[in-house]
């Protein structure tokens, strides 16, 4: 395996970052509803009060190789609050590049989260994965997850675009 660094994003990694935010959403086959923008990117996540925080996953070029740093996954989070809990971190995406897959990139994106999450005092770290995602749910559980929807039957909701706006009175 090619030398493999998990670093911080930076403001210059937002054409990358999005790059790979397109391959998962045709991995999931949900491309259509890829909306934002690099520019989106850049100003969310890298102003004063950022809405989200990254990590790339970059493969490092062999000594004297003439590329530089290739930027193969990234693991995209963001703080939350349980007001049973406190302090939580969710995993919004996560996504490894299928010729870097089985190599342990994303385990380690998923322990550097799980760092940050400890750094930070953070009681939890929370992910969700499509249901058909069988090697990415035997991966969670393989790292010590539980699945509250087997163990608590939990189920996700959300509110968008006229639903969003009605509910809003907008």
Same mark, same amino acid.
């Given at each position: 395996?090619?030398?493999?660094?998990?670093?911080?994003?930076?403001?210059?990694?937002?054409?990358?970052?999005?790059?790979?935010?397109?391959?998962?959403?045709?991995?999931?086959?949900?491309?259509?509803?890829?909306?934002?923008?690099?520019?989106?990117?850049? =100003?969310?996540?890298?102003?004063?009060?950022?809405?989200?925080?990254?990590?790339?996953?970059?493969?490092?070029?062999?000594?004297?190789?003439?590329?530089?740093?290739?930027?193969?996954?990234?693991?995209?989070?963001?703080?939350?609050?349980? @007001?049973?809990?406190?302090?939580?971190?969710?995993?919004?995406?996560?996504?490894? @590049?299928?010729?870097?897959?089985?190599?342990?990139?994303?385990?380690?994106?998923?322990?550097?989260?799980?760092?940050?999450?400890?750094?930070?005092?953070?009681?939890?770290?929370? %992910?969700?994965?499509?249901?058909?995602?069988?090697?990415?749910?035997? %991966?969670?559980?393989?790292?010590?997850?539980?699945?509250?929807?087997?163990?608590?039957?939990?189920? =996700?909701?959300?509110?968008?675009?006229? =639903?969003?706006?009605?509910?809003?009175?907008?």
């Amino acid at each position: 395996m090619a030398s493999v660094r998990i670093r911080e994003a930076e403001k210059g990694d937002c054409g990358h970052i999005l790059r790979l935010i397109r391959e998962l959403a045709e991995y999931e086959k949900l491309s259509e509803q890829v909306q934002i923008s690099e520019e989106a990117l850049r =100003a969310d996540g890298f102003g004063g009060n950022p809405f989200y925080h990254c990590l790339v996953a970059e493969v490092l070029p062999a000594p004297g190789e003439p590329q530089g740093p290739r930027v193969v996954g990234y693991g995209l989070y963001y703080f939350i609050y349980s @007001t049973w809990k406190g302090r939580n971190v969710y995993l919004e995406d996560i996504y490894v @590049t299928p010729e870097c897959r089985g190599q342990g990139i994303g385990s380690e994106i998923i322990k550097k989260v799980a760092q940050v999450a400890l750094d930070q005092g953070c009681s939890q770290f929370r %992910l969700a994965v499509l249901d058909w995602n069988q090697r990415a749910m035997a %991966l969670y559980k393989a790292l010590g997850a539980q699945d509250l929807t087997e163990t608590e039957g939990w189920h =996700a909701f959300r509110f968008e675009g006229e =639903a969003m706006r009605k509910l809003a009175g907008k």
